[in-house]
C-alpha cells in the first residue's frame, strides 16, 4: 500500500514507562505503516531529562513553537520519591509546564464518546471541553495566618503611596492577596478563541461579576473585547459565545447536551475539569490538548504515565492499559498538520484511525478500565496489545473501503 505523505513536521515527544511502552506499540503499528511523516523526534524519558539537565524540555518546546503542531507522551514529573527511584540529579520540573510555560498555552480536556460508554450524566450526549486559565488567582498567591489582634493593610505604590484597608482583626484569622495580569488573560482568551473556531463548538465563560466586580469582571471585560474582535469569525464558524454565572454554569452543563467549549478561571478549572473527566468514564478516554494564543498545537493524553501498569509489565505480566487517548492524541495532531498543511487525505486518515478505534470499542473490545462502564455489559476485557491488534484490522477494512 502506498504511504500518504505528510508535508510538513510533527514534533514528537517521548515520554515515560508504560505510557512509553504504548506509545511505540501506536507509532509503529497504527502510524509508520501509513504515512511518511517527518517526525521531530525529543526523548523525554526522565533518564534522558536528566542526563540534558532538562534542556531537552525546553527544545522540545521551541520546536513546536517552530512546527505548530506537536504529540507528546506523558511524563514523569518527579518528587523525592522518583529522584531516589530513577537516581536523578534533581526533582526536575513538570515537563508540561515548563512547555505551556514556553508556549503560554492553555491547556483543553476533551473527552472521547463512545456508545457504549454512557456518560453518568444522561444529557451529555457531545463531549464538553474545559479550558482552565492556569496562572494567578490561589495558585501564586500570597497568604497569611494571623495568630493575634491586628491590621492588615494593602500597600498600593505609585508615584505616590496609598493604604487600604483588609480587616481590622480582634483575634486569629488567616488573609490571602490574589493577583492576575492582563497580558495572561488576553492570551489565554485568544486560546480559548482559537480552540472554540478550531473545533466549531460554543464557548462559555463562567465568573462570579455579581460579587467580585472588579477582579473577575475584568475577565469578563477582556473576554468580550476578544470574542467582538472575532465576530465575523464566530458567525462563519456558526457558533457563539455565552457568559453566564459560574453557579448558573454549573446547573446549565447538567442539562446540556455537551458540544461546549467551558473556560474557567483557574480554581474553577481545576476542580471542574475534574468532575467532568469522572462523569465521561475513565482517564484512558480523556485527551488533552496544549494551545498557544498564536495558533501552536500541542497533543496528549490526559493521563499520566501509568505507573502501576507499568511495574506488572515489568515483572512480565500483561496489562490491559487503555491506548485510546493516546492515539487520539496521534489523530489530534495528524489532522491538525492536514489542515494546516491543507492535505485532506491527512486529515481523512486522523478521522478513519480515530473511527477504527470506536468501532472496536463499539464491538465490546476493550480494556479492563472500560468494562465496568460498558452497556450492554461486556463479559471479557483484552490487553492492550490485543486490543492495538484488532485496531489495526479495523483500520485496515476502512482504508481498504477507500
Ligand atoms: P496515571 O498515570 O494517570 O494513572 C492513575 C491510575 O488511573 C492508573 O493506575 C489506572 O488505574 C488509571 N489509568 C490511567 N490511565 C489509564 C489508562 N490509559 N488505561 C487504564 N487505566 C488508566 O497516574 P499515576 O500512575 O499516579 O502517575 C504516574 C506518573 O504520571 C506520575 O509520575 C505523574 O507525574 C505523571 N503524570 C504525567 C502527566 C502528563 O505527562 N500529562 C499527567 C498526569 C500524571 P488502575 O491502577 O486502577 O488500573
Ligand atoms: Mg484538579
Not at 491547556?107 to 494567578?136: D, E, T
Request: hydrophobic share 40%; proline share 4%.
Amino acid at each position: 500500500m502506498e504511504l500518504i505523505k505528510v508535508k510538513n513536521p510533527i514534533v514528537e515527544i517521548d515520554g515515560d514507562e508504560m505510557a512509553r511502552i504504548m506509545w511505540r506499540m501506536i507509532k509503529e503499528r497504527l502510524i509508520l505503516p501509513y504515512l511518511d511523516i517527518p517526525l521531530v523526534y525529543f526523548d523525554l524519558s526522565i533518564e534522558n531529562r536528566d542526563r540534558t539537565d532538562d534542556q531537552i524540555t525546553l527544545e522540545s518546546a521551541k520546536a513546536i513553537k517552530e512546527y505548530k503542531v506537536g504529540v507528546k507522551c506523558a511524563t514523569i514529573t518527579p518528587d523525592e520519591e522518583r529522584v531516589k527511584e530513577y537516581r536523578l540529579k534533581k526533582a526536575w520540573k513538570s515537563p508540561n509546564a515548563t512547555i505551556r510555560a514556553y508556549l503560554d498555552g492553555t491547556v483543553f480536556r476533551k473527552p472521547i464518546l463512545v456508545k457504549n460508554i454512557p456518560p453518568s450524566v444522561r444529557s451529555w450526549k457531545k463531549p464538553i471541553i474545559i479550558g482552565r486559565h492556569a496562572y494567578g488567582d490561589i495558585y501564586n498567591a500570597f497568604e497569611y495566618r494571623v495568630d493575634k489582634p491586628l491590621t492588615v493593610e494593602v500597600v498600593i505604590k505609585d508615584d505616590d503611596i496609598n493604604y487600604f484597608p483588609i480587616h481590622n482583626f480582634e483575634g486569629k484569622g488567616i488573609f490571602m492577596v490574589l493577583h492576575n495580569t492582563e497580558k495572561s488573560i488576553r492570551n489565554f482568551v485568544k486560546s480559548c478563541i482559537n480552540y472554540a473556531l478550531s473545533e466549531k463548538v460554543d464557548l462559555w465563560f463562567s465568573a462570579k461579576d455579581t460579587i467580585s466586580k472588579i477582579y473577575h469582571g475584568y475577565f469578563k471585560e477582556i473576554f468580550q473585547e476578544e470574542v467582538d474582535k472575532k465576530k465575523d469569525d464566530f458567525e462563519k464558524a456558526g457558533i457563539r459565545y455565552k457568559y453566564l454565572l459560574i453557579d448558573d454554569a454549573i446547573a446549565q452543563i447538567m442539562k446540556s447536551e455537551g458540544g461546549i467549549l467551558w473556560a474557567c478561571m483557574n480554581y474553577e478549572g481545576d476542580i471542574i475539569s475534574d468532575m467532568i473527566a469522572g462523569g465521561f468514564g475513565s482517564l484512558g478516554l480523556m485527551t488533552s490538548v496544549l494551545v498557544s494564543p498564536f495558533g501552536e498545537y500541542e497533543y496528549e493524553a490526559a493521563h499520566g504515565t501509568v505507573r502501576r501498569h507499568y511495574y506488572e509489565y515489568l515483572k512480565g505480566n500483561p496489562t490491559s492499559t487503555n491506548p485510546t487517548a493516546s492515539i487520539f492524541a496521534w489523530t489530534g495532531a495528524i489532522r491538525k498538520r492536514g489542515e494546516l498543511d491543507g492535505t485532506k487525505e491527512v486529515c481523512d486518515f486522523a478521522d478513519k484511525l480515530e473511527k477504527a478505534v470506536l468501532k472496536t470499542i463499539e464491538m465490546g473490545i476493550m480494556t479492563k478500565d472500560l468494562q465496568p462502564l460498558s452497556e450492554p455489559f461486556v463479559e471479557r476485557f483484552v490487553y492492550t496489545e490485543e486490543f492495538i491488534n484488532k485496531v489495526k484490522e479495523n483500520l485496515e477494512e476502512i482504508l481498504s473501503k477507500g
